[in-house]
């Protein structure tokens, strides 16, 4: 028996050897093949290909050799030249005794789905090749960069004007919830590209100039932030000249009810016109002229700069005019859709040319400076028009700012300095003076901020520097001295959520160089908010336009002899970000909603400024387009079959308008890719059951209402709120739909229930609601636990919160257990691991760790992290036989914990931020290891990876202290797929 044993042994070892000579044979002849194996790249090699020249699976590419030739790969079972992962994993378990579950788990290095040469001799030497976080394909390769400008924030997003290598200056988009950066349109095809101007927000629109570079020239357009919704508003001027439309103004008043656009433009026959947009057309109209001068053989226009809004009428002074002039709106007509009138009319001679229009809300008038030297007032009417006395004692003011019931502004004294004034709600004119008597000197960028005025002003002995006035003497006074020496000169000031930002410089010695940089102030004193470019070199943030209260947005350079990108600060990180920094590296596509299909994956990206659906075969080195988008996936791709369905929008040719929201089908292809028959529109999530397709939609006659689909067409499954009233329906609104065993469970509300649990398999029939509890129930959807749904319900009359569970039926929905302190139950994140439900829940000790096998006596309290508070467990998945999540310790503050369902064994898997959060998010188990996003400090926010003992960074995929910032983890075919910014490509799909 020991022989025998011996015998086996050493035939085993003898055949592997000649498996492990024969494989070095096979390999050393691949090599002899001549010079196309000398040019290889690295990938082919990798890949297996060595010689395979024709690229038909044969070192000649020759037929005769095909399947069965001694240069076939061994184990190539069908002869196409590749081992694949199941072909190559029987030859080598054959050849070498490896597992198959050896090479599946980590063998094909490159995640093409074959295993090559280098790494089929990794295995054969006992290896397990290291997989690594690689760029998975750089769809969008071009890039746009400098100077942006004419920074608005609109639905969403930050829309801005930026030169793109290919397209010229354009609109750009940046989402604030994605961080993804796209053209909005390319309006001007090539350099120089259509320079958008003046953006102006109007009726849920951004209207803006642009020029088309064709035959409308320089125009008026407006956006809804898309593509398809971007369009040319009117050609004022006919030709390619344009009529360089500016000093865009809306006008919105009570009574009249008018909602209206004013605009200057050249419609090209003798001068500027002011035009009127009004909301319900599409047309403007001149409503004023103002005629060229001709001056010494010079044509001078006489247009004003801006236009300015006050007590329901337009008012504008014509530049080298005297005259103060305003336009009336009048309706007449029906009062549902008036006609207006426009009646222009001249408010005031004035004594000399006149400008800086102001509205000074304490006084409700407004301010003027006419002669260079007077500041006038106008309630509107000539009679009320005048000058405001001793204003002659300043000359050339500027700068009005309204401050409480005064106003303050800059002018020259005899002195021939500049200082700073005000006029008291008593109409007296004063020269302010600081706390130490003295006169201020120079004063610029007069801005209110907490009831006091700050700006920048000079003193002989410190310099230019950061100031305020609270209108007294003893509260005017220079707050600090940033640049001990020299001038720090502040400018840009812009009061944001409790801080005032400005731009500096700061080139003193004793602290950290910097040169002009961003800086804030509140109320102690004035700090660097950020460093953006090291070293005395310049940033020189501009366009400093807050969004949100709590994000700075501005241009600025990040690098040097680079020019100006968008930046923004995000003051409750107190950190600065790039937004847009797409000049010198590629611009990004912004991968997202991963999904596997027959194999292959697929994606939404973006590239040349539009939305595509992608599709990347597993053989492929690239991803291909398949369709084009008439805007993003506005749900999660869903796959069913062998079908991609998503939602989009639709143009319809037929009534030349857009559908939101509406259901598609794709096959892969571009042919296959439409939408689907009678699909509603707004549709804002799909279930899938029993092959079929669920989900909420809209449509005139039912409202918002259950719908299904079996791929082809969609039918209303019930119109659960059958109610209408004057021609407008009213719904039932289901959301939350979720899946379990055979029925489809949701929230809804008919006549006379509010939010209740409702399931449907499907019929009309077969839709019911299963719990009335309380009339004022309010009821939110949690997940299933096999064919059993998790739920809460929330009393409004007690205020209390109970875990609920249903089969389906009405007998089978019943309360599980009243929560302690259930009015905070607030259940967003669960997993399932086994029978039993993992979730985070509330009672006397704070926001914890709970479970719940469905019964009563198994809903409690697996342990308490945090002893002080709340450790707000989230992010929960599972992965062998462990529910993993985010939790905050009162030591190791919010680091990745796991739990096998026992206080013992529940325990903090690593402390990745020694010294603060790491803050893990995005848990995402693909191939038997758990994959998140972290920062551990030093690297950014990363790749992480656990394979349940030990943790480690997976990739730093920026290096350096800045963060890839990886987003949308994805399983694929036990890859771990997501979308990542290495600071050269941009943002492209990447692969684990």
Request: hydrophobic share 35%; aromatic share 10%; glycine share 10%.
């Amino acid at each position: 028996m020991i022989c025998g044993g011996d015998d086996v042994q050493n035939s085993r070892r003898k055949r592997r050897e000649r498996g492990v000579v024969w494989f070095a044979v096979w390999i050393f002849l691949v090599f002899l093949t001549g010079s196309a194996v000398a040019e290889m790249t690295e990938d082919e090699k990798n890949d297996g290909m060595a010689g395979d020249e024709k690229g038909v699976g044969c070192l000649d590419g020759g037929a005769s050799m095909c399947g069965r030739a001694p240069f076939v790969q061994p184990g190539d079972v069908n002869g196409d030249g590749w081992l694949t992962l199941d072909d190559s994993a029987n030859a080598l378990n054959i050849i070498a005794d490896v597992t198959i579950g050896k090479i599946c788990q980590g063998a094909d290095m490159n995640g093409d789905g074959r295993l090559g040469v280098v790494e089929a001799l990794s295995v054969l030497q006992g290896r397990t090749p290291e997989r690594t976080t690689r760029l998975l394909t750089d769809l969008n390769d071009t890039f746009s960069g400098p100077e942006p400008s004419a920074v608005v924030e609109f639905d969403g997003g930050v829309f801005y004007a930026a030169t793109h290598t290919l397209h010229g200056r354009e609109l750009f988009r940046y989402d604030l919830k994605t961080g993804e950066t796209r053209m909005v349109k390319d309006i001007c095809p090539g350099p120089p590209g259509s320079v958008p101007g003046n953006l102006t927000l109007w009726n849920g629109a951004l209207y803006f100039s642009a020029d088309d570079g064709g035959s409308c020239g320089r125009e008026l357009w407006r956006t809804d932030g898309t593509e398809k919704g971007t369009s040319l508003v009117y050609d004022v001027n006919p030709g390619p000249s344009g009529s360089s439309p500016y000093a865009l103004t809306v006008l919105i008043s009570a009574a009249p009810r008018v909602n209206c656009l004013f605009f200057m433009a050249d419609a090209g026959d003798g001068g500027r016109k002011i035009w009127a947009l009004e909301s319900d057309g599409t047309q403007p109209q001149a409503v004023f002229d103002i005629p060229e001068s001709n001056m010494m053989g010079f044509v001078y226009s006489l247009a004003p700069r801006n236009l300015v809004v006050f007590r329901g009428a337009l008012y504008f002074i014509p530049q080298l005019h005297a005259e103060l002039h305003k336009i009336n709106i009048q309706k007449e007509g029906n009062p549902l859709n008036p006609d207006f009138i426009y009646i222009a009319e001249t408010v005031a001679d004035l004594p000399s040319a006149a400008g800086g229009l102001m509205v000074w809300p304490a006084k409700d008038v407004m301010i003027f400076r006419a002669n260079q030297k007077e500041i006038w007032q106008t309630d509107g009417a000539a009679a009320g028009t005048g000058r405001i006395d001793h204003t002659a004692k300043s000359h050339n003011p500027g700068g009005f700012t309204p401050m409480g019931d005064a106003f303050y502004f800059s002018a020259r004294d005899e002195s021939n300095y500049r200082k700073l004034w005000r006029v008291t709600g008593s109409m007296t004119l004063e020269k302010m003076i600081d706390a130490a008597g003295q006169e201020i000197l120079e004063p610029e960028s007069l801005t209110v901020f907490e009831e006091r005025l700050f700006f920048s002003a000079l003193d002989f002995e410190f310099g230019r520097e950061l100031w305020q006035c609270d209108g007294t003497k003893d509260g005017t006074f220079r707050i600090s001295d940033i640049n001990t020496a020299g001038d720090a000169a502040p400018r840009e000031l812009t009061p944001m959520g409790d801080a005032l930002y400005f731009t500096a410089t700061d080139l003193a010695l004793s602290r950290e160089e910097a040169g002009r940089e961003l800086w804030r102030y509140t109320d102690t004193a004035p700090e660097l908010a950020a460093n953006i470019l090291p070293g005395t070199n310049d940033s020189d943030p501009v366009l400093l336009t807050p969004v949100s209260n709590d994000k700075l947005f501005f241009a600025a350079c990040n690098a040097p002899s680079e020019p100006k990108k968008l930046l923004y600060y995000d003051a409750a990180e107190g950190r600065t970000y790039v937004a847009d920094d797409q000049n010198g590296k590629n611009a990004s596509s912004g991968p997202k909603q991963f999904v596997s299909m027959n194999g292959d994956l697929y994606f939404v990206g973006q590239k040349d400024g539009g939305d595509h659906l992608w599709k990347k075969e597993t053989s492929a080195a690239a991803a291909t387009p398949v369709a084009s988008l008439p805007s993003s996936a506005g749900t999660p791709i869903i796959v069913n079959g062998d079908r991609l369905y998503f939602t989009s929008r639709f143009y319809n040719p037929s009534n030349e308008a857009y559908a939101y929201g509406v259901l598609f089908s794709s096959d892969g292809t571009a042919t296959g890719t439409q939408p689907v028959e009678n699909s509603p529109e707004n549709i804002t999530e799909i279930a899938v059951m029993g092959g079929n397709l669920y989900f909420p939609g809209w449509d005139d006659q039912t409202g918002k209402e259950l719908w299904t689909s079996d791929g082809t067409t969609a039918v209303l499954v019930k119109d659960i709120l059958d109610f209408s009233w004057d021609g407008m329906a009213f719904s039932s609104a289901p959301a939350a739909l979720t899946k379990a065993g055979q029925n489809v469970f949701f929230i809804a509300k008919d006549a006379s229930h509010g939010s209740e649990l409702w399931r449907s398999d499907g019929t009309t029939g077969g839709t019911v609601m299963l719990t009335n509890a309380d009339p004022d129930l309010s009821t939110s959807l949690i997940g299933a636990v096999d064919s059993r749904l998790f739920f809460t319900a929330r009393s409004d009359t007690y205020g209390l919160v109970a875990l609920w569970s249903s089969d389906g039926t009405a007998a089978g929905t019943e309360k599980i257990k009243d929560m302690e302190f259930g009015y905070a139950l607030n259940i967003r994140d669960w997993a399932v691991l086994g029978n039993t439900l993992y979730f985070c829940a509330h009672d006397s000790s704070g926001y914890e760790l709970w479970k719940s096998d469905g019964t009563e006596d198994g809903t409690l309290k697996v342990t308490n992290i945090h002893d002080a508070g709340s450790s707000w467990p989230h992010e929960f998945t599972t992965m062998d036989g462990n529910v993993y999540f985010a939790a905050t310790h009162a030591d190791q503050g919010t680091e990745l914990w796991k739990t096998d369902g026992t206080s013992d064994g529940t325990a903090l898997v690593a402390d990745i931020h020694p010294s603060g959060d790491s803050d893990p998010e995005e848990l995402t188990v693909a191939g038997n290891l758990l994959f998140f996003t972290a920062d551990d400090g030093t690297s950014g926010r990363e790749l992480w990876v656990c394979d349940g003992s030990e943790v480690k960074m997976a990739g730093d995929i920026l290096p350096g202290s800045e963060s890839s910032n990886p987003t949308h983890l994805t399983d694929i075919l036990g890859w771990l797929v997501f979308s990542a910014d290495d600071g050269i490509h941009g943002r492209e799909p990447w692969v684990y």
